[in-house]
Structure formats: C-alpha cells, structure tokens
C-alpha cells in the first residue's frame, strides 16, 4: 500500500474514531445551542402567554432532538385540580425562569386540563417535582 493510501486510511479511522467519541457531545451542544436561539428569539417577539409559531416550532424541534440524544426527558404530572388561573401560571413562570435559568424545559397541559407534561434534565427532575407540588400538582 502506498504512504498516501496509508495516510489517508489513517485519517479516516482517526475520524470515525473521533466522531465516535465526541459526536454525540457535538449534538448535543448544537441542539442546546439553536434552542436558546429559538427561546431568545420566542423572548424577543412573544408574550407571556403567546409564542411567535415558527419559533416555537424551532424550540420544540430542537427540544424533541435533546430527548432523542437522553439530555432531556419528559414525565407527565396529574393535575389535583383543573389548570392553573393565568396569574398563576405567569407566576409560576416567573419562579420557574429563576430557579431553572438554562431554558430547555417547557410545560404542556393536556388539552382537558388533567394533567400537565413536563420536559427537563434529568438531574432537575426532583426540583421540578417539588416545585410542582408545592403548586399542589402531583405526578
């Protein structure tokens, strides 16, 4: 075999290698990386209670991908009662950007009102769940 067939076969293992190594790290930064720009973009031209579409489209497409890849899950809460009152639902919201700033969560109600689908790390599942049931939701 020659030295460039060599060469070449030797950058190739080293690349199958390093993406075998790193890639799913690499997917994972890039899908954290276009969230935020879909929810900073969701900040700029939303409301409280309204999303501009294809932003929040792009939010959820990079939020189902992290799901994919394990750096989110999703788990589904009961709700003790019907939904929450705007007033509080935008003070929940206000706390929840306090204490879980990164930004990759997102709550869902059912649209009956019975039960409420959360999506988030992993590792801040138990905070979400406290801070869920102090606001009397239950999982």
């Given at each position: 075999?020659?030295?460039?067939?060599?060469?070449?076969?030797?950058?190739?293992?080293v690349a199958v290698l390093a993406w075998g190594l790193f890639g799913?790290?690499?997917?994972?930064?890039?899908?954290?990386?276009?969230?935020?720009?879909?929810?900073?973009?969701?900040?700029r031209y939303g409301t409280p209670t309204t999303m501009p579409v294809a932003y929040s489209a792009r939010f959820t497409h990079h939020q189902r991908a992290l799901i994919r890849l394990g750096y989110l899950v999703e788990r589904r809460f009961d709700l003790s009662h019907s939904l929450p009152t705007?007033?509080?639902t935008l003070k929940m919201q206000a706390t929840t950007q306090e204490r879980f700033p990164e930004g990759?969560?997102?709550?869902?109600?059912?649209s009956d009102g019975s039960w409420i689908n959360l999506t988030a790390?992993?590792?801040?599942?138990?905070?979400?769940?406290?801070?869920?049931?102090?606001?009397?939701?239950k999982r």
């Open positions: 075999m020659s030295s460039s067939k060599t060469a070449a076969l030797v950058i190739a293992v799913h790290r690499l997917w994972v930064r890039y899908h954290i990386w276009r969230a935020h720009a879909a929810a900073e973009m969701m900040r705007r007033d509080s990759l969560w997102s709550l869902g109600p059912a790390r992993p590792d801040e599942m138990e905070s979400w769940e406290i801070l869920l049931a102090d606001n009397d939701w």
